[in-house]
Nanobody, 125 residues
Framework: QVQLVESGGGLVQAGDSLRLSCVAS????????MGWFRQAPGKEREFVACISKDMGTTTYADSVKGRFSISRDNAKNTVYLQMYSLKPEDTAIYYC??????????????????WGQGTQVTVSS
């Protein structure tokens, strides 16, 4: 198991940028694929981005492609989500998830074994 703590959310205006961080403690962070998901009020949690354990591959939801960038620093047990050109529709609670050790990255919600508590991102128009 791995424990995850997200931070970096806040209230911003449309067009602004934010960088979210997710710090992991526990075993084998560097061997796990990591993902970011988000959940808006009244909606299901949805995929945002994921990154392979070796940082070689990333995948993004169409809604954020070209605006968001996922990265990780395995030496710091941290995964990041850099968000540019934020839109009101990006408003949600953002969660990071840790996949199984040695697993491939996935866009599937139920693939991820551990979740953080989330960080709120609010984008005003």
């Amino acid at each position: 198991q791995v424990q995850l703590v997200e931070s970096g959310g806040g209230l911003v205006q449309a067009g602004d940028s934010l960088r979210l961080s997710c710090v992991a403690s526990g075993r084998m962070f560097g061997m796990r694929p990591m993902g970011w998901f988000r959940q808006a009020p009244g909606k299901e949690r949805e995929f945002v981005a994921c990154i392979s354990k070796d940082m070689g591959t990333t995948t993004y939801a169409d809604s954020v492609k070209g605006r968001f960038s996922i990265s990780r620093d395995n030496a710091k047990n941290t995964v990041y989500l850099q968000m540019y050109s934020l839109k009101p529709e990006d408003t949600a609670i953002y969660y990071c998830g840790a996949g199984p050790p040695l697993g491939d990255m996935s866009m599937r919600l139920n693939y991820y074994e551990s979740w953080g508590q989330g960080t709120q991102v609010t984008v005003s128009s």
